[in-house]
């Protein structure tokens, strides 16, 4: 029977004890570390427990380690020390990996043992390995995904309870789909995190998230929802890989979508990806991207796919591991929502209008919707574009956010039309 050596019995860990507990498995917790392990011991129960590392990271009869405390120091000392005595990893942190993948997945192939993460990457829907084994094969062309529950549920119930962005985000906090402090879940770095990792698979190179075009969702008003509604669009936080000749395109941004798009009905916490192979076509999985049991069964899975002896071709193929640049999206076309806070007075927008033609930049439509009175304070107008450069977009912002009767330009979102 494999024994496993679990460090951090927070909301996942609990949940892959209980789940343990209640099926037969052919392995065994036999060992826990955890810093509040004490005030736990009602649910370690006779498995031993601690707040050394030294516990698991000692016992040579432990072959399996499962990291679930998050954080990055001290998981990654564990991790480190697990791979140089020849233990295999699971861990469900996606921060850790991003940052320090390439290190840890070079040791660990050095090694000989292996780095299940199944559950870091859109919580309990199979995507690693459905990307390791069966689409291994694959040319992906392009990847969409909703990779984050948090900002999904936030953009889902600004839409559906008419709400203002603060409102949603405390609901969300007090259902437990938000940490206390969002921040890496709002900015998009979250979803980034993950995507690095997918478009690792799918490029067999190693992308740093750091080199992703991010932006979250803080910027976001009820208003940009309800003009979006109004037009028979939707706001999500969409993941992209795209892989244009030869080059890699990688963007985490509120993005609008149009009926019909794969991931129009993806709504609340849930997680969807969909990609698009050049011999299978296209695929889709949607399912809870987070939650004690769904994470801790992704967790069992993997340690399922370790206990029965399988082979990932992730560390089995042995390709040369190396840095994969990502092009600039900044090159890359698009239509554009924009949103500016201008001033409610004449010739407002001729001036926008001479920027944006100064930059090659062609207006589909206008909207504003402002008292017949004039106001004295800044009010929304709404753009669309037709398609063009972001560059150019981004530049036109630049020039617009320095004219007098424009305070401000707070949101632009491209328009996919995938
Ligand atoms: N929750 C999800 O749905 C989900 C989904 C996908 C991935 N993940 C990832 O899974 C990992 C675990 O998440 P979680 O939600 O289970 O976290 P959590 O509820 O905060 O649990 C973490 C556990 O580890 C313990 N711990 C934290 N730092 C420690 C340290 N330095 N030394 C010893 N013990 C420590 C905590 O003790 P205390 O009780 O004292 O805090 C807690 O018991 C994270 O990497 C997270 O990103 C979570």
Request: proline fraction near 4%.
């Amino acid at each position: 029977m494999l024994k496993v050596g679990l460090f951090g019995l927070g909301t996942v860990g609990q949940g892959l004890l209980e789940i343990s507990r209640n099926s037969k498995l052919p392995f065994e917790i036999v060992a826990i570390v955890d810093r509040s392990y004490k005030k736990k011991s009602k649910i370690t129960g006779n498995i031993a427990a601690s707040d050394n590392p030294s516990l698991i990271l000692d016992d040579n009869d432990i072959d399996l380690v499962v990291e679930l405390m998050g954080g990055i120091d001290l998981p990654l000392f564990i991790i480190r020390e697990a791979l140089d005595k020849k233990k295999n990893v699971i861990t469900a942190n996606k921060f850790l990996l991003a940052e320090h993948g390439f290190a840890l997945f070079t040791k660990a192939q050095d090694n000989g043992v292996k780095i299940g993460f199944e559950a870091a990457v859109a919580g309990a829907i199979p995507v690693i390995r459905n990307l390791e084994n069966i689409f291994w094969y694959e040319d992906i062309s392009l990847l969409e995904g909703i990779l984050n529950g948090t900002t999904n549920y936030i953009l889902t119930k600004m839409r559906t309870e008419k709400k203002e962005y603060e409102y949603a985000l405390k609901d969300a906090q007090k259902l437990g789909f938000a940490e206390a402090d969002p921040t890496l879940d709002v900015s998009g770095m979250d979803a980034a995190h993950k995507l690095a990792l997918l478009a690792s698979h799918i490029t067999k190179s190693w992308i740093e998230y750091k080199s992703i075009y991010v932006r979250g969702i803080e910027n976001i008003r009820l208003n940009d929802i309800l003009w979006t509604e109004k037009a028979g669009y939707r706001i999500r936080l969409i993941s992209r890989c795209q892989r244009i000749d030869g080059k890699v395109y990688l963007s985490v941004e509120p993005s609008i979508i149009l009926p019909g798009h794969y991931l129009w009905d993806v709504e609340n916490e849930n997680n969807a990806i969909v990609f698009q192979g050049m011999y299978s076509g296209i695929h889709m999985f949607v399912g809870k991207g987070a939650g004690s049991l769904p994470t801790a069964y992704s967790v069992l899975s993997d340690i399922m796919h370790i206990t029965q002896g399988n082979h990932n071709p992730y560390l089995m193929h042995n390709f040369v591991w190396r840095y994969n640049h990502p092009g600039s999206v900044e090159d890359k076309e698009s239509a554009f929502y924009m949103r500016l806070l201008v001033m409610d007075e004449p010739g407002v927008l001729a001036d926008i209008a001479k920027v944006l033609s100064e930059h090659s930049i062609s207006i589909a439509s206008v909207h504003q919707d402002a008292p017949i009175q004039i106001s004295d304070h800044p009010v929304d107008l709404i753009l669309i574009t037709h398609k063009c450069l972001r560059k150019s977009l981004q530049t036109s912002i630049t020039a617009l956010e320095k004219l007098n009767s424009v305070k401000s330009v707070p949101v632009f979102l491209p328009i996919d039309e995938n």
